[in-house]
């Protein structure tokens, strides 16, 4: 099976059986989707959507946000991972946000990169969901899942993320992120993937891999 075949064929399943993917995280506009998403690093979005209310409710802004004593805001978010770092990422990304972009979320990749606590995954994922823009942002879950999959070889998320870019398609980009990380969450995940059950399973690399090794 060439590598465009196994792409044709995994995006096409997915196309037909899962037409509905999107972020299991909970906002209501830019502002919370990209605090969220950062909260998330290292943390799951149960937990995120657990903490996030309390915060928004405090500092339902980016101006209220900018304006943040970081104490507070770590105090609010005290339950998510790394909880020091986050609450000084978040009150000098509110505050960059405040004097570079109105206040706004910014709108490209390489702005969203230019802010505290923002590196390309979470650009990425902002990018996509904000502005439907054709990248995919790669995560613990769409790194593990391409490679099992055989989708990628590389050995860094931005070589990944490479690889997914050229082969699917701009305006599968978007759903296929979540495509993706949903798979990797709940059927191919790390300790204990689900092959056997898996829909996947007849066009996985790793699948081929552990059926050869058995029939040999």
Known sequence: MTISERYAAILEYFTRNVPVAQSELDF???????????????????????????????????????????????E???????????????????????????????????????????GRKTANVV??????????????????????LGLSRGRTPDAVERDLERHIPAELRPIAHHWLILHGRYVCTARRPACETCPLRAWCRENGRKNSTENS
């Open 76 to 118: 609010l978010i005290r339950s998510i991972s790394y909880p020091n770092s986050k609450a000084a990422h978040l009150v000098e990304m509110a505050r960059k946000c405040v004097a570079e972009f109105g206040g706004e979320v910014p709108g490209t990749v390489e702005e969203l990169m230019r802010l505290p606590g923002v």
């Open 28 to 74: 209501r506009n830019p502002y919370e989707l990209l605090v969220a998403v950062v909260l998330s690093a290292q943390c799951t979005d149960k937990r995120v959507n657990l903490t996030t209310p309390a915060l928004f409710r405090r500092f339902p802004d980016m101006p209220s946000l900018a304006a943040a004593d970081v104490e507070e805001v770590r």
């Open 127 to 148: 990018a996509s969901i904000v502005h439907g823009e054709p990248v995919i942002a790669v995560d613990t879950h769409v790194f593990r899942v391409s490679h099992r």
